[in-house]
């Protein structure tokens, strides 16, 4: 704890904070800058979902469906913000195994888990309230993770990719009534992939393939990946993420840059991806809509 | 020649047809269900796109570029039709090695090829006419080749699933605007997956693997398949298509249908796709809006 003594309404101290460990190394990463900036970083690994080292931190491993004991941990650690990061596999309900602390919310479970994931979370959201733990986004504890507005790279922006930024930015703005859509790549006004289940790193493998495969035909580099949050869309609970990883699967489908909307994408790893962007030849930049 | 004699405005008789082959099985069986209406079928074949056999009809192998031999070709046969079937991968502009007929051409096809592909087809399109070669949709020529409305094959549509295409036929309208998505993929009312430039095939293959490998984690059958034309998409120049292919994809990946727009999705091979259908248990349905 690095609380100031002394001196009424003065900072707080920084309290614990929880993290919630989806897939990717996002959330280790973010473990990293809540523990640089003073908050001291608990990780929930999730079996069969987490996949990144999380021993370096205090944490614990929980299954799908322990419900009750993540809320008992919590409360014995006294913490009251949860930050969830990461991939997280959705499963079937019927899938769960529900412990104690599940089974007493099972009937709000269920109910959940008849909505999309938006909703989901949504509700996963408000059982955490009545727990009073306060979810809170990875931007919020470290507003440094969010792309800035403007170039994170030495690549400029030409003009014709920022019409493809915008048409994109629209698209996915317009798929956001289906809660589907948080990145595309388009090329020249030509909408070459749209992101759903598959998630960016496939749907970039998918752009790699068509063109080294002849099936998209586009020379040099060609087409801008777009990502943007779902309009209304609750960053606390999904928030569009990029890394290292993205970067060298934009590299690989020969895309001219990478478009960020400004405050509302996690940038994991500012500075590597920077990197990477400017060897490959990448533009990176936030924009405002 | 089937035309009746004497007569005044009596039945024309039907003229000859041209086929520009894409690639895949449909041009074949577009030719087949041509012939078998007593159309005369011509098929183009397209270097680098055709991939099926067209020498059981009379046929030209053209390069792309060469416009002036197709137009030449056209004009020699006597037809004033032409349909146009199968995908065919989008060259770029410099890529296409022109004939003269092409270079006399060259300012309005470079134009073209600055747009989206239905601009790049409209533009198309007008350049035929002007040559006196009208584009027909292959559904005019042979209405039985599109989708009824209705069942196809023996299995009924739950209820679910009718809220699952109703979903999918409403985001799919509204990526219409963006030139973009001719299907997708939708469960319980999440989209798992949507399709751009890779296709249908690839699609439903993504989502196969996305749920063999785990990502995705549904039990049994769970998904429906919506295939519908963009909003204003003109059908003769680029109509959605389903074959046999498009229902062995579909039990692949798990699905519980293919929902089809009736009258505006071509249904290749009819009865098979209805027996695979059956067999692997999905529904085919014709659905209006």
Chains 1, 2 share one sequence.
Do not use: Y
Request: charged residues 25%.
């Amino acid at each position: 704890m690095n609380g100031l003594s002394g001196g009424a309404p003065g900072p707080a101290a920084a309290p614990p904070l929880a993290i919630l460990c989806g897939a990717g190394a996002f959330p280790v990463a973010v473990a990293a800058e809540a523990r640089r900036i003073g908050r001291d970083p608990f990780l929930i690994g999730v079996v069969g979902s987490t996949d990144a080292p999380i021993e370096a931190f205090a944490h614990v491993w929980l299954r799908l469906g322990e419900v009750g004991k993540l809320f008992a941990t919590l409360k014995e650690r006294g913490i009251g913000e949860i930050v969830m990061i990461g991939a997280m596999t959705r499963p079937e309900f019927a899938d769960l195994r529900l412990d104690w602390g599940a089974v007493k919310r099972a009937a709000d479970l269920a109910q959940l888990f008849r909505r999309g994931d938006n909703g989901l979370l949504l509700g996963l959201a408000a059982i955490f309230e009545r727990e009073g733990v306060r979810i809170v986004g990875a931007h919020e504890v470290a507003p440094e993770l969010a792309a800035p507005s403007g170039l994170l790279g030495a690549r400029p922006i030409a003009q014709g990719d920022r019409s493809d930024i915008a048409f994109g930015a629209r698209m996915l703005d317009s798929l956001s009534e289906f809660d589907a859509g948080q990145g595309a790549v388009v090329a020249a006004g030509r909408v070459l992939a749209i992101e759903a289940a598959e998630g960016t790193d496939a749907m970039l493998a998918r752009v790699a393939e068509l063109r080294a495969t002849g099936r998209l035909r586009l020379k040099g580099p060609a087409g801008v990946l777009v990502k943007a949050p779902k309009r209304g869309q609750d960053l606390r609970l999904d928030m569009p993420a990029i890394g290292p990883r993205t970067m060298e699967g934009a590299a690989k489908a020969q895309l001219k840059g990478v478009a960020l909307a400004a405050g509302r994408v996690l940038v994991i790893d500012r500075e590597r991806c920077a990197r990477l962007a400017d060897a490959a030849g990448l533009f990176v930049s936030g924009f405002t809509t």
